[in-house]
């Protein structure tokens, strides 16, 4: 398969999904749009990955290209079905491309913290054989408030309704990582927004805490971040 991945951070990339994307034999091509990339067309690649980033889904004026980005969304999504992954402004860039709404957090949610499944999340495919309740790193302070019509919520937390969603067959977002690897937190507070939220967030210690709260998951993070990487092929490769 080849995927063309969209980046709005250098440091913000497919993290350990890029091992298990190398080790399969798949090839992915970034577009690393915050230093002007032009978007490519969607014509000889098979899907749609959209990363994170330091900016927020609203800030068109600043970030012009992100009006362009949102209907490159929607096209691979809506018009020609292509199979999706979000993360975080991945998961918000798909909400929005698809008519749903977002906003600044109530709560801001920084740290290694949970995630409930929905009804339609365990028993859905994107997290088959991942625990009902289970932990993954949070680091955002804007969220999806309204889901697109037709779209499924598919997990959820005491701060944040919309942890996951899916749009028909083959699209999947979720606010969170598992792609967790073990330098991404130091490459992810080397962002200025990033390091005075984790700083307002857990205080002047907040790296090494949040580093440690990751250390104390790595194994289980890359063996559910395997699991639903395996899902998100086979939801792939529905017709």
Avoid at 47 to 62: K, R
Avoid at 136 to 162: D, F, M, N, R, Y
Wanted: charged share 20%; with cysteine; aromatic share 10%.
């Amino acid at each position: 398969m080849k995927i063309l991945v969209l980046q709005h951070a250098h440091v913000e990339h497919p993290g350990v999904f890029r091992t298990f994307l190398n080790e399969d034999g798949h090839k992915w091509v970034a577009v690393h749009l915050n230093d002007g990339d032009v978007l490519p067309s969607l014509d000889g690649f098979d899907a749609l990955w959209v990363m994170g980033g330091p900016m927020d889904v609203w800030e068109e004026e600043t970030y012009p290209w992100l009006r362009d980005e949102k209907k490159l969304i929607q096209e691979a999504v809506e018009g020609r079905g292509m199979p999706f992954l979000g993360l975080c402004l991945g998961h918000q860039l798909l909400a929005e491309a698809l008519g749903g709404r977002c906003g600044p957090s109530e709560f801001v949610e920084i740290g290694v913290l949970t995630v409930q499944l929905t009804n339609e999340g365990s028993t859905g495919i994107i997290f088959d054989g991942l625990p009902e309740t289970f932990h993954c790193l949070q680091w955002h302070s804007a969220e999806v408030i309204q889901i697109p019509v037709g779209a499924q919520c598919l997990a959820t937390s005491s701060s944040c309704a919309i942890q996951a969603m899916s749009w028909g067959p083959r699209a999947y977002s979720m606010q969170f990582h598992l792609e967790v690897e073990h330098d991404t937190v130091d490459n992810w507070m080397a962002i200025p927004s990033y390091s005075e939220a984790l700083s307002s967030a857990l205080g002047s210690n907040g790296g090494s805490m949040l580093k440690a709260a990751c250390n104390a998951q790595a194994v289980c993070f890359k063996e559910m971040a395997e699991r639903l990487y395996i899902n998100w092929f086979h939801a792939a490769a529905k017709i």
